[in-house]
């Protein structure tokens, strides 16, 4: 009797409102991609085949916000096809650069665009996929960090959970000996609260963070808020600093809530 044989796990990548940046990391992989291609199906990902396969998939990795009916429709048709969903990056897990549309008007950014703006179908926000469905895991970044894209999906094709720090950037800065360009030269930084990832890029050429990789596990802006301000950075600039790539997170959202005045 012929042995039934398993078939590979099933992967998708799927993109919403985003840059690609995110699926772009994913190819970038080279060496590691061809191993797991080996170990799976890719099944769809337009970044890389234009032949996509059917569902169900064991894993989906979804990049990009939703802001059109439409999308939210087709993520919930992509939930119900998947085993195990995974949001990557700053506008699936937080809305994007696209959610400052969120304190905006946005009828009038499309009246300001586009010469016929009544051709636009748009929602009025733009939200993270978590906003619409159950998500499994988030991982966090703009663009993501390669070690933990491959750590996520090697982690799911094994039935385990995966192994992505939760602590801030200034752990990193220690780890690297980096001094901290706050204390060092009063260079205002999102470092304390801001999600480890990309290896304390920035504070490694003497520059603030940014907040790419969305709020830690740990932020404390009742005290991290001060320590802004004593570097000189008046109300409006400290909104504009959170407002960036995850402008939408509820951490970052509450903050700048709390700043701005009645």
Same mark, same amino acid.
Request: charged share 20%; proline share 7%; glycine share 8%.
């Given at each position: 009797?012929?042995?039934?044989? =398993? ?8 993109? %919403?409102?985003?840059? /690609? ?22 099944? @769809? ?6 032949? +996509?396969?059917? $569902? +169900? ?10 802001? #059109?009916?439409? /999308? ?14 995974? #949001? ?5 897990? !937080? ?7 969120? &304190? ?9 665009? &586009? ?8 929602? !009025? ?30 982690? &799911?094709? *094994? ?7 939760? @602590?801030?950037?200034? %752990? ?12 060092? @030269? ?16 920035? +504070? ?5 963070? &940014?907040?790419?990789? $969305? ?5 404390? %802006?009742?005290?991290?808020? +001060? ?9 409006? /600039?400290?909104?504009?600093?959170l407002r960036t790539f995850n402008?939408?997170?509820?951490? %970052?959202?509450? *903050? ?5 005045? =009645?």
């Open positions: 009797m012929t042995a039934v044989q =398993e078939r590979s796990p099933r992967l998708a990548v799927w993109k %919403f409102a985003s840059c /690609d940046g995110c699926q772009l990391t994913l190819l970038d992989c080279e060496d590691e991609l061809l191993g797991i291609a080996g170990r799976v199906e890719i099944t @769809h990902f337009l970044e890389a085949s234009s032949a +996509p396969g059917p $569902g +169900p998939y064991d894993l989906s990795l979804v990049e990009g916000s939703v802001t #059109t009916a439409q /999308d939210a429709e087709r993520i919930r048709r992509i939930r119900a096809a998947s085993r195990r969903l995974v #949001t990557i990056g700053a506008c699936a897990t !937080a809305g994007g650069v696209q959610a400052l549309r969120n &304190y905006a008007d946005v009828a009038e950014f499309q009246a300001t665009v &586009y010469a016929r703006p009544d051709y636009i179908e748009t929602l !009025a926000t733009s939200t993270p996929i978590s906003a619409h469905v159950p998500v499994d895991f988030e991982l966090r970044g703009c663009p993501i960090d390669r070690g933990q894209l491959i750590e996520v999906i090697t982690a &799911y094709l *094994a039935d385990r959970t995966p192994d992505v720090p939760a @602590h801030s950037v200034c %752990f990193e800065c220690k780890r690297r000996g980096t001094v901290c360009v706050t204390v060092a @030269h009063g260079t205002p930084c999102l470092g304390p609260v801001t999600h480890a990832g990309c290896g304390a890029l920035c +504070p490694t050429y003497n520059r603030g963070c &940014y907040g790419c990789f $969305g709020p830690s596990n740990s932020t404390n %802006f009742p005290s991290f808020i +001060p320590l802004l301000r004593r570097d000189g950075v008046e109300t409006l /600039d400290v909104v504009r600093v402008t939408a997170a509820p951490e %970052f959202e509450e *903050a700048v809530r709390k700043e701005l005045p =009645e």
